[in-house]
């Protein structure tokens, strides 16, 4: 099946260090979207990229989507506590539903 | 505000003995889905309506089932809950579906004792 891989599964970084999510696929993609899930939470949308090449920015966090649209990484630049959560992404294989990424919890050491 | 709301926050069942779980969305959205998460892992999709057209994913036990009776509510059943089904169930919604951003609501968490 289509599959999506996302490395580190953990991250712990000290406050103010930055942080960065890979999202790899063999399977090339429509779209990706990414999603926060604070600890006891639900996923949030964040953001979703479509072009290939993209690069979209909100605040500290900087999305981009790779040129072959197999590949997404989301980057946070100089972490705070608040960015405590698990990060997901989630590919479109051009089909009706979203295949979620295996996850990659990040913990902030203050 | 429009949300998708789940109820309970927490469910209680017993081994084998059915239970039901509730999602309602003020969205308006034609599409909801079900998804079960289980301790640090990424949420798995079980079935979703498309208005009411329901899509069952193929690896989903048939111990669950769903019902959406209108636009605004969809359950999930449990037939014969097994200690393997404890997890958190989360219903999201999305205006057309495909590639639209998904709106979870807070979650069920379930335990099977």
């Known amino acids: 099946g289509q599959q999506v891989m996302q490395i580190p599964q953990y991250q712990h970084v000290q406050e103010g260090e930055d942080f960065t999510t890979y999202c790899n696929s063999s399977?090339?993609?429509?779209?990706i979207q990414w999603y926060k899930q604070r600890p006891g939470g639900h996923p949030v949308f964040l953001i979703q990229?479509?072009?290939?090449?993209e690069v979209k920015k909100q605040k500290r966090l900087t999305f981009q989507f790779g040129e072959a649209k197999k590949n997404s990484s989301l980057h946070i630049t100089a972490t705070q506590t608040t960015d405590v959560g698990t990060y997901f992404c989630a590919a479109n294989f051009g089909n009706e539903k979203l295949t979620f990424g295996t996850g990659t919890r990040l913990t902030i050491i203050p | 505000d429009a949300m998708v709301i789940q109820n309970p926050r927490y469910q209680v069942t017993q081994f084998g003995k059915p239970v039901t779980l509730s999602c309602s969305q003020t969205l308006n959205h034609n599409v909801m889905y079900w998804y079960q998460q289980k301790s640090s892992q990424a949420p798995k999709l079980l079935f979703h309506?498309?208005?009411?057209?329901?899509?069952n994913e193929a690896d989903t036990p048939d111990n669950f089932q769903s019902r959406r009776p209108n636009t605004s509510f969809c359950f999930l059943d449990i037939r014969s809950p097994g200690l393997g089904d404890a997890a958190m169930y989360l219903c999201?919604?999305?205006?057309?579906?495909?590639?639209?951003?998904?709106?979870f609501g807070s979650g069920t968490q379930l335990s099977v004792l």
């Open positions: 309506y498309y208005d009411k057209d329901f899509n």
């Open positions: 399977t090339t993609l429509s779209n």
């Open positions: 990229l479509v072009k290939s090449g």
């Open positions: 999201a919604t999305s205006l057309q579906g495909g590639s639209e951003k998904l709106f």
